[in-house]
C-alpha cells in the first residue's frame, strides 16, 4: 500500500491524485471545524445571562490560543516539508532523523508556550486585547486553562502532519475526527454537569451526577478539549512507530543540533508568518473591542466572536488543501520533478476555490440562521452578518494565499512565505486599519471592507510570486 501511494503522487494523474489526496484532507478539516461549532452551540445552551460574555469570550480565547498552536504548526510545517522530500528520495534514515529531532521542538516549545499563557492570561485578555467587563472575567479562566495545555494540540497536529507528509490522508483526519467525536461528548458532561441542561442532554446530566462531576461552565469546554485530545496521541504514536517507522533506534534519540538547527531555519518564519496572520485576526477584534464597545455593551464582540467559526472554516479547509499541496510539492522536489511540483499547486488552488464558492453560498443562503443558532439576540446577529456579507466573498482569496503558501512550503521556501504576509499585514493592513478606523473614525462596515480587501491583496502577491518559481530554489535548504 505504502508504495502504491508514494507512486500515485509522484506519478499518478495530478489532478486526480492531488483531488484524491486532498479531499479527505478538507474534509477533515472541516469537520474538525464542525464540532468547534458544537461546542459554540452547547455554549449558546447556558443561562441567557452567561451566553453574550461566553461567546465574546471563546471567541478572544480561541484566537489567542491560536497563536501558540501556530509557532507550534510552524515547525510541523518545517518537518513535514524536510520529510516529503526525504521520503520522495527514499531516505528513510533522514525521516527518522527529522522526525525525532521535530518532536524534541515541539517538546521544548510546550513548556514554554504553556507557562507564559498560563500565567499571563489576564495580561493578554485585558492589556492586549482590551475586553472589558464579564468577557474579560471569564476569557482569562479560560484561556489559561487552554494554554497551559497547549502540549495536547501541539503533539497532535505534530504527529497527524508526520503521517500526512509520508503520504496519509485518510488515517490522521480519522483520529482528528475522533478526537472531536471525544471532545463533543466531554464537552456536554463537563459544561453542564448535573445540570440545569436542555432536556435532550439529560443522558449527560445522569452521567455528571453518577461520577460527581460539578457544572463547569464555559470552563468546561476547555477541559474537554484539552482531554480529548491526550486521548487520541495513544494511536498516534502506535501508528507512527508500526506503520511509519519514524522513531529512531534508542541510541540516536539525542537532540542532533544540527538537524534541529536546519528544522528551526525552516520553521522560525514559518511560525513567524502564521503567527502575523492570526495576530491580523486580533488586530481586527482590538480595533472592534476599544472603538465599538464599552464597560456595559460587548455586542461587537460578541459578533466577532460568531463569526470567527465561520471564518475558521474557511481558514481550516484552506489549510486542509494546502497539506496536499505541500506533500506534493515535497514529495515531487526530493524525486527531482520540479514541473510537477509545481503544476500541484495550482492545481490544489483550484480545488480550494471551488470549495469556498460553495461556503460563500451556504453563507449566504443559511448565514442568519446558523448565526442564531449560537446566539439568537437580534444585535449581535445583525452585525455578523454585515460581517459575513461583506468578507465572505474574500474568502476565495484567502484560500488561495493559504494554499500557494503551503505549497512553496513544501519546497523550504518559509522565509518567502513570511515575507509575503509580513508585507501585506505589516505595510498594508495595520495601517489601513489604523487610519480608517483610528484617525477617520470608520463604521464597523470600514473595518470590515478592509479585512476583505486585505485577503484580495495577499492572494494577489502569492499569485505572482507562486507564478515566478524562485521559490523552488529553497529546497537546498532541507537536504
Not at 101 to 116: D, E, K, N, R
Not at 170 to 184: E, H, R, Y
Not at 441 to 459: D, K, W, Y
Request: one cysteine or more; aromatic letters at 8%; glycine letters at 10%.
Amino acid at each position: 500500500m505504502a508504495v502504491d501511494r508514494e507512486s500515485r503522487i509522484l506519478s499518478g494523474p495530478l489532478a486526480l491524485e492531488v483531488g484524491r489526496f486532498g479531499t479527505p484532507l478538507a474534509l477533515g478539516m472541516a469537520l474538525q471545524t464542525t464540532f468547534n461549532l458544537v461546542d459554540a452551540y452547547l455554549i449558546a445552551r447556558l443561562p441567557a445571562g452567561e451566553v453574550g460574555a461566553a461567546v465574546g469570550a471563546i471567541g478572544i480565547c480561541d484566537q489567542v490560543s491560536a497563536l501558540g498552536t501556530i509557532v507550534s504548526y510552524g515547525v510541523s510545517t518545517a518537518a513535514a516539508a524536510i520529510l516529503s522530500q526525504r521520503k520522495g528520495a527514499g531516505d528513510q534514515e533522514g525521516v527518522q532523523r527529522a522526525a525525532w529531532q521535530s518532536m524534541i521542538i515541539i517538546g521544548a516549545l510546550s513548556l514554554f508556550l504553556g507557562l507564559v499563557g498560563g500565567l499571563g492570561a489576564g495580561f493578554i485578555v485585558r492589556d492586549l486585547i482590551g475586553a472589558k467587563g464579564d468577557v474579560a472575567k471569564i476569557a482569562t479562566t479560560y484561556l489559561r486553562i487552554m494554554t497551559a495545555g497547549s502540549f495536547s494540540i501541539f503533539f497532535l497536529l505534530q504527529l497527524t502532519n508526520v503521517q500526512r507528509a509520508l503520504g496519509s490522508a485518510k488515517t490522521p483526519v480519522a483520529l482528528l475526527v475522533s478526537g472531536n467525536i471525544f471532545n463533543v461528548f466531554l464537552a456536554v458532561i463537563l459544561i453542564f454537569g448535573p445540570g440545569p441542561a436542555p432536556s435532550f442532554l439529560g443522558w449527560a446530566t445522569s452521567i455528571a451526577q453518577v461520577l460527581h462531576i460539578p457544572r463547569m461552565g464555559m470552563v468546561g469546554a476547555a477541559w474537554a478539549s484539552i482531554i480529548a485530545r491526550c486521548l487520541v496521541l495513544v494511536p498516534n504514536v502506535i501508528i507512527l512507530a508500526r506503520r511509519f517507522d519514524v522513531f529512531p533506534p534508542r541510541g540516536k534519540r539525542a537532540p542532533d543540533k544540527d538537524e534541529i538547527k536546519k528544522i528551526a531555519s525552516i520553521a522560525w518564519p514559518s511560525s513567524a508568518q502564521f503567527f502575523l496572520r492570526i495576530s491580523a485576526m486580533l488586530f481586527v477584534n482590538s480595533l472592534v473591542a476599544r472603538f465599538f464597545t464599552t464597560q456595559e455593551d460587548q455586542t461587537a464582540t460578541t459578533a466577532m466572536g460568531l463569526v470567527f467559526r465561520l471564518d475558521t472554516m474557511a481558514l481550516f479547509v484552506a489549510m486542509g488543501w494546502g497539506t496536499a499541496a505541500q506533500t506534493f510539492v515535497g514529495q515531487n522536489l526530493g524525486a527531482n520533478k520540479n514541473a510537477r511540483a509545481k503544476k500541484s499547486g495550482w492545481i490544489t488552488m483550484g480545488y480550494d476555490a471551488v470549495t469556498n464558492v460553495l461556503l460563500i453560498a451556504l453563507v449566504y443562503a443559511y448565514g442568519e440562521a446558523i448565526l442564531r443558532v449560537f446566539d439568537d439576540e437580534a444585535a449581535p446577529v445583525a452585525i455578523a452578518l454585515q460581517y459575513l456579507h461583506v468578507v465572505a466573498p474574500s474568502y476565495v482569496a484567502l484560500g488561495i494565499g493559504i494554499v500557494l503558501g503551503n505549497a512553496m512550503a513544501g519546497a523550504g521556501a518559509t522565509r518567502t512565505t513570511f515575507a509575503i504576509d509580513a508585507a501585506v499585514i505589516l505595510l498594508f493592513q495595520v495601517p489601513l486599519g489604523v487610519v480608517v478606523i483610528g484617525v477617520m473614525h470608520g463604521t464597523l462596515r470600514a473595518l470590515f471592507q478592509c479585512v476583505a480587501v486585505v485577503n484580495i491583496a495577499s492572494a494577489a502577491a502569492y499569485c505572482v510570486i507562486y507564478a515566478r518559481g524562485t521559490w523552488l530554489g529553497a529546497i537546498a535548504r532541507t537536504r
